[in-house]
């Protein structure tokens, strides 16, 4: 593992020495203040689970403001800039449910004991931090407070606030339509949590590249170690095939390899041996796209002896690059799943610019839960409408409203995976630009 680091560290620095094939950005910046942007995200947030077979049910309603203010780079061979990114919310109603990652709770007691989430959910907060950063030719380093976008350590941003991670990350675009990424993090906030390291982060090292090889391929990898946690390895490639009418095929796979320590939690799992714990899950699928219509279907299956397990190991609550996520992930203990998905621009209709719909049903089977079967399923129908102004005082304003129907057998219920839920999640999006 060390050694792969090593490597990926000296090749960006010989990339960066030997990088005059192309026009370097930091060449091109205009200065501290000059390239700077800011903006407020007024976010209204709702999201409510009706649960079946006895479950409570669970629902919050929040509003926040999150913050994102980002310095240009100073000229010179090599800039230096800031950030800040934050939130704060408050709670609005009673709100006193857990489970939907939206509104953090106090401590409090819990069969005498003093426990995290046992307490009354904070009616205000806020969250955040800065960071620092460094550009060279085309090479940047940032440390400090992060929202990452990455298939092996991502940051949930499908909850009222974003999840934010503490660290240092380096980016490279030093040779053409190739990207390279390295980095080390040390604490994990997720989205309902004031403490700045809730989920206990030791040490995650990152790592992996992407590739543009024309206008329609694209193939990436990346990989992550996260201390007595996981190992996990990931790959990607897509082709877009162009057809006449401006229609188009697109082809992706997708597949991820994890090897979970013994101190890692998981979830449906068939072993024992905690030391030996690992899992392949990959899909594939093909969408076509013509005029205002997109149709897609995919197949995702899952092998190993258990479940595909993310966000509970401090690896990024949405670290699931995969087809067949919605509420439910299609993530079982050696499940297949398979999807068809078909969404509709009404703006290209000539309709209503701005609104799209999205609907898809996936279907999951085989499904092993140890002690009870082999053959649990689960299915979800899933609907979204989205709809986002497009001019005047309100522009890039958006209201997204998605609903899943989700039943599984009664071998897969809560005990071991989300239980029959119908969920509603209703989110108001106001972006302000500050400069």
Do not use: C
């Not at 010989?14 to 370097?24: E, G, P, R, T």
């Not at 003093?114 to 940047?140: I, M, P, Q």
């Not at 082999?374 to 304003?397: C, I, L, P, R």
């Amino acid at each position: 593992m060390l050694n792969a680091q090593k490597l990926t560290l000296a090749v960006l620095i010989s990339a960066a020495i030997i990088s005059s094939a192309q026009a370097s950005e930091q060449s091109e910046a205009k200065g501290f203040v000059e390239d700077a942007n800011g903006s407020i995200l007024f976010r209204t947030g709702y999201i409510s689970r009706d649960k079946k077979n006895g479950v409570d049910d669970t629902s919050s309603f929040a509003q926040t403001a999150i913050v994102n203010i980002d310095s240009g780079f100073t000229p010179g061979i090599v800039g230096f800039g800031v950030g800040v990114v934050g939130d704060g919310s408050f709670k609005i109603g009673e709100n006193n449910n857990a489970g939907n990652n939206m509104i953090p709770r106090e401590t409090g007691l819990k069969d005498g004991k003093l426990t995290k989430g046992a307490g009354d959910s904070y009616d205000h907060w806020a969250r955040g931090g800065g960071n620092v950063k460094a550009r060279f030719s085309n090479t940047t380093v940032r440390y400090g407070t992060q929202v990452l976008d990455l298939p092996v350590l991502a940051s949930n941003t499908a909850r009222l606030v974003p999840e934010y991670f503490t660290g240092t990350l380096l980016t490279s675009h030093e040779i053409k339509d190739l990207e390279v990424i390295a980095g080390k993090f040390t604490k994990d906030q997720y989205s309902d949590q004031v403490n700045t390291d809730g989920r206990h982060l030791d040490r995650a090292i990152v790592w992996g590249a992407k590739y543009k090889f024309d206008d329609n391929l694209n193939a990436s990898y990346y990989g992550l170690d996260s201390k007595d946690k996981l190992e996990r390895h990931y790959v990607n490639v897509n082709y877009k095939q162009p057809l006449a009418n401006d229609s188009s095929l697109t082809y992706d796979f997708s597949g991820y390899h994890t090897k979970f320590d013994e101190g890692a939690s998981t979830y449906s799992q068939t072993t024992d041996d905690l030391s030996n714990r690992k899992n392949n899950i990959w899909a594939i699928s093909t969408a076509y796209n013509t005029g205002p219509h997109n149709l897609m279907v995919a197949y995702q299956q899952n092998s190993g002896n258990v479940g595909y397990d993310y966000g509970e190991n401090a690896d990024g609550g949405q670290s699931i690059y995969l087809p067949n996520s919605y509420l439910s992930d299609f993530i079982g203990n050696d499940e297949k799943s398979a999807q068809i998905q078909y969404s509709l621009d009404f703006g290209k209709l000539g309709v209503l610019p701005g609104l799209n719909w999205t609907t898809a049903f996936v279907y999951g089977w085989d499904i092993k839960v140890k002690g009870l079967t082999d053959d649990a399923e689960e299915h979800e129908f899933f609907n979204q409408v989205k709809y986002t102004v497009q001019s005047g005082f309100a522009k890039d304003a958006s209201l997204r409203i998605r609903n899943s129907y989700y039943r599984a057998s009664d071998a897969y219920q809560t005990n071991a995976y989300i239980g029959d839920t119908n969920e509603w999640r209703i989110f108001l999006d106001i972006p302000v630009k500050l400069f």
